[in-house]
């Protein structure tokens, strides 16, 4: 790991800055991250591809968030305002959990209904 300095434009930045493949075919990332103090820290990760199949169960639940999303995005105004009140009233809460996001709760929302069916 690396001490990183970026310029001040640059404070905040953080993910996948490059991937690289290497002459054996193998693949690696050089990420960046940076911390709620603004520590940032570089390193070079080995990238492996997954090993196991999905399984029924991962794919009907990323089509439950891909629903939940898609939900989202349809939303009118009037719809997003009325949950915002219900989300405000909640105390930003949902079901135990807090939710920064109006985005995050409705997603919430949608997808513990679609499970209890």
Do not use: H
């Not at 996948?16 to 940032?40: A, M």
């Not at 196991?52 to 939303?75: G, M, V």
């Not at 135990?96 to 679609?114: D, E, P």
């Amino acid at each position: 790991m690396a001490k990183v300095e970026f310029p001040d434009y640059m404070k905040n930045v953080s993910g996948t800055l490059k991937t690289i493949t290497l002459n054996d075919g193998t693949k690696r990332k050089i990420i960046v991250t940076c911390s709620k103090s603004g520590k940032q820290r570089l390193y070079i990760r080995e990238y492996k591809p997954r090993s196991t199949k999905i399984t029924e169960n991962e794919i009907r639940q990323r089509n439950i968030f891909a629903d939940a999303a898609s939900y989202y995005k349809n939303l009118s105004d009037e719809q997003k305002k009325a949950y915002q009140k219900q989300w405000k009233k909640n105390n930003y809460c949902f079901n135990g959990k807090k939710y920064v996001t109006l985005r995050g709760y409705i997603v919430a929302s949608f997808i513990k209904s679609k499970t209890l069916l």
